[in-house]
């Protein structure tokens, strides 16, 4: 890949002394949501991303390619630059940049940058956080302003959140950027502490699984989650005094039931829930238990389906055909606006799984899945 990067460099900026990145994809295994309502996220960096080349310029002028969101070089003044709707992936980097200016990191130049990513976009893999870290790592080196990878983090969710408008957490950057090769990352939302958990998924292989069916509800839903929480805080934070709805302890939902609307309730539910199956997943793992891991994938989907009611017809039929042929666990990522599953199947049965799934879900919906064999990749670094 590093080659790739240095003859597009080459070739579209006329220059050989650019340094080449990686910034992985990330993957939710377990505590979906519970992200910003002050629970843990269980993570892991991916084996692919977004590859990214940079290199100073002499003038005060950014230009940047990319083949998968861009027909031509665009550019923009680092002094002077706005959203420009046209172009609106280049919100990131803009975003990435003022993240820098807000703490007072100055950029003196502009930079030449080709970006390649090889990981779908709306598919809850963090595409967009995978670009901002990329972003911000290469201009840390770039300019020498050298911050560490916690700072670079919080540049890359301003990013995210303040530029592009986009309501999140940080847990995305912040396992992208401190993921190591071969551990899943528990992350806690509310110190933005972690702990590397050792990933060794022994026989069994973890497979994402993209319906390649998208809907504009996902989006939806997602906004009105988010305002449930905010109501269900407001009710319980006074009574309680908590600061996050996942500070409500399990043996505390019978009374909580009784205080808010069975809406809201069945939202809390899922948060309170699945913040202890979190907490679960690194146990189990640290103890090597894949099965009893995987399981949880089926508690967390029916969780999800039942109490937060965040459902796509194309990932339930997934995880129905996932339970058909041979999957320990299974269930779907929340975020992005496409369909897509994360299973847990055994190495022998992979091809078959693979296989028999795509026939079926052709047969039913009219198109094939899309199938990614993962494992725990290493964090944004130089290549």
Known sequence: MKSHLELKFKEIFNRTDGTSYFSPGRISLLGEYTDYTGGYVFACG???????????????????????????????????????????????????????YQKSYILENGFDLYIFSNMPIST???????????????????????????????????????????KNNIANH???????KGYGILFNSISTTFDLIPFDLKDYQMLVINSNQESDDLTEAYKERFVECEVGLNILKPLYQINH????????????????????????????????????????????????????????????????????????????????????????????????????VHEKLVKKFMTSIEEDYQKEVGSKPTFYKISAGEGTHKI
């Open 46 to 100: 991916l084996d692919f991303g977004t590859y990214g080349i940079i290199g100073k310029r002499n003038d005060k002028e950014v230009h940047v390619y990319s083949k998968k969101y861009s027909e031509e070089v665009y550019t923009f003044d680092i002094d002077s630059f706005f959203h420009d709707q046209n172009h609106a992936w280049t919100d990131y980097i803009k975003g990435v940049i003022a993240g820098f």
């Open 174 to 180: 912040f396992s992208i950027i401190q993921s190591e």
């Open 245 to 344: 709805l996942c500070d409500i302890q399990t043996r505390e939902l019978n009374n909580v039931e009784k205080l808010v609307s069975p809406q809201v309730f069945k939202r809390i539910k899922y948060l309170v829930m699945e913040k202890e199956r979190t907490l679960l997943a690194s146990k189990y793992l640290k103890e090597g238990l894949v099965e009893s891991f995987g399981h949880l994938f089926y508690d967390s989907y029916e969780s999800v389906k039942n109490d937060f009611e965040f459902i796509l017809e194309a990932n339930d039929y997934l995880i129905q055909l996932s339970k058909k042929y041979g999957a320990i666990g299974a269930k779907t990522l929340c975020s992005g606006s496409k369909g897509v599953v994360v299973a847990l």
């Open 124 to 166: 809850g893999l963090a595409a967009s956080a995978s670009l901002e870290v990329l972003i911000a790592m290469m201009i840390n080196d770039l300019f020498d302003f050298r911050l560490d990878k916690t700072h670079l983090a919080h540049i890359a969710f301003y990013a995210e959140k303040a530029y592009v408008g986009t």
